[in-house]
Each structure stands twice: as C-alpha cells, then as structure tokens.
C-alpha cells in the first residue's frame, strides 16, 4: 500500500521556522520526485518545492526562494521541507506528492503541475501568526 505521511506542521511566529517531514511507503522510492504543494483557503494549489530523489536537483517556486530547503533522505524514503523567515502568507496545508519520474526530471513542469502526481499525502496545517 503506498503512503505519503507528513508531519511537522504547526503554528509558528513570523520568522520563525518549521520543518515538515513526508515519510514515504509502498514504492521504490528512488524511481519518484517528491513535491511539497500548499493550498490556502480560498486559493488555488500551489507547488512549493520539488525534488528529484534520484539525481537531487530541487526546484523552489520565486515566493519561497532563499528561506525554503527540500531535501530527501533516500536511506530513510522521507524528503524534508525547512521553511525558514516564515511570513502569514505562507500559511496553509502543506501537502507532499509523488510522481513517477526514474530518468528524465523536470523541476519547473512538476513543481507547477500537481495534476501529474500519482500519490498524495493527507496534509499538514501552517500556520503563521503575525
């Protein structure tokens, strides 16, 4: 059975930090890409940041850049998400995803897609209280 199980979430003060965990389960990890994806209410899904676990290269949408870091344990099938400097308009359920993706990756196109995701997470909240 594959799951995507994220933790971490939480409130938070304005330029504090948190850092969300997704722990992954029921597929061969290395063959996936990972995305972080938020939604607010009201608002559209938005991809965050993404990942390759296969070569490693990231992809950190302009809102985000220079206070978020993906990275991904491959030993332990689990990507982390550091949100540092966090503002209220990050505020929002964080969601991780996975795509299928063994060889070619593309940051820019999976990071803005969420429709090509496979599996899903259930979601945690941020919240950022200024």
């Known amino acids: 059975e594959v799951q995507l199980v994220e933790s971490g979430g939480g409130l938070v003060q304005a330029g504090g930090s948190l850092r969300l965990s997704c722990a992954a389960a029921g597929f061969t990890f290395n063959d996936y890409a990972i995305g972080w994806f938020r939604q607010a209410p009201g608002k559209e899904r938005e991809g965050v940041s993404c990942i390759s676990t296969s070569d490693g290269s990231t992809y950190n949408t302009d809102s985000v850049k220079g206070r978020f870091t993906i990275s991904s344990d491959n030993a332990k099938s689990t990507v982390y998400l550091q949100m540092n400097s966090l503002k209220p308009e990050d505020t929002a359920v964080y969601y991780c995803?996975?795509?299928?993706?063994?060889?070619?990756?593309?940051?820019?196109?999976?990071?803005?897609?969420?429709?090509?995701?496979?599996?899903w997470g259930q979601g945690t909240q941020v919240t950022v209280s200024s």
């Open positions: 995803a996975a795509v299928f993706a063994p060889t070619y990756y593309s940051g820019s196109y999976y990071c803005r897609n969420a429709f090509a995701y496979d599996y």
